[in-house]
Structure formats: structure tokens, C-alpha cells
């Protein structure tokens, strides 16, 4: 009865009570709008980021593929043979060409390839030793070990 008495008396209490709550809630909201903006932007820089990195990947890869086309075309065997007539060089024939005896060398002998690993004949589909024992003969090596060391 008293509680109603004084709310009676003084009803702004109420209604402070009522704003500073909707206060409270509405700077609740702005924090977190603040907070969900921040993350935002955060994000949005790093995929502009992104981007850049990717266009300058692609730049690179352009450059790179267009410096090897080059290498490819500065080294085809027509333009070197032009540049080395062009320095003075000549083909060399037969009797420019100097033999040399090597004493006791043996050239290598012929190259035999190896087998693949997977070609192997001798083990067609046999199992490791390891894995031949039964889920039977597991549990009763576990249950009686002493039956197991007496065959």
C-alpha cells in the first residue's frame, strides 16, 4: 500500500525510469552499430586489399610470361647462328675440330631405366605377415596368452 502511495506522489520517478532505460538500450544499439561498422570497414579494406594483390599478381604473371616469349625469341637457333655470324664466328667443319685421346676412359655404358615401383611382380596381392592373423585368433592370443605360447 505504500509502494503505490509514493508512486502516486511522485510519478516522474516512473518516467525517469522509463527514459533512462530507453537511454540505456538506445546507446546499447549505437555501440554496437559502431562496433558492426568498424568490422565492416575492416573487411572492406582487406577485400580492396585482395584485389589489389590479385591485379598486381596478374600484372606479374603478364610480365613474366612476356619476358619468357622474349627469352624464347632472343634464343631460337636461327637468330643465334645470325648473331654469331654477325660477331665473326663461323660453323665449324671436320678439320677445325681438335680429337683428343683419353687414356684408359670408359664411356658409360648404356642406360637402362629402372622399374617403377609399382611394377613389382613378386608381390601380387599378398599380405604383410603382420596382417594375416584373424580377429579370433587376436582375442583368444588376448584372452588365454599361455594356450598361444604352447603351440
Not at 49 to 64: D, F, H, P, S, T
Request: aromatic content about 6%.
Amino acid at each position: 500500500m505504500k509502494r503505490n502511495q509514493a508512486r502516486k506522489h511522485i510519478p516522474w520517478r516512473s518516467k525517469v525510469r522509463i527514459t533512462s532505460r530507453t537511454i540505456v538500450a538506445a546507446l546499447v544499439l549505437l555501440i554496437v552499430g559502431g562496433l558492426y561498422l568498424a568490422v565492416n570497414a575492416r573487411v572492406a579494406d582487406a577485400g580492396r586489399e585482395v584485389l589489389e594483390l590479385q591485379n598486381q599478381r596478374a600484372e606479374l604473371q603478364r610480365q613474366i610470361a612476356e619476358h619468357t616469349s622474349t627469352l624464347a625469341e632472343l634464343t631460337m637457333p636461327q637468330r643465334m647462328l645470325e648473331r654469331a655470324l654477325a660477331l665473326g664466328y663461323e660453323p665449324a667443319g671436320m678439320s677445325d675440330m681438335l680429337f683428343i685421346a683419353v687414356p684408359d676412359y670408359a664411356p658409360p655404358g648404356e642406360f637402362i631405366a629402372p622399374r617403377p615401383p609399382a611394377s613389382r611382380t613378386e608381390r601380387q596381392g599378398a599380405l604383410s605377415p603382420a596382417y594375416t592373423e584373424t580377429l579370433g585368433e587376436w582375442l583368444l592370443r588376448v584372452v588365454r596368452p599361455d594356450q598361444r605360447e604352447a603351440r
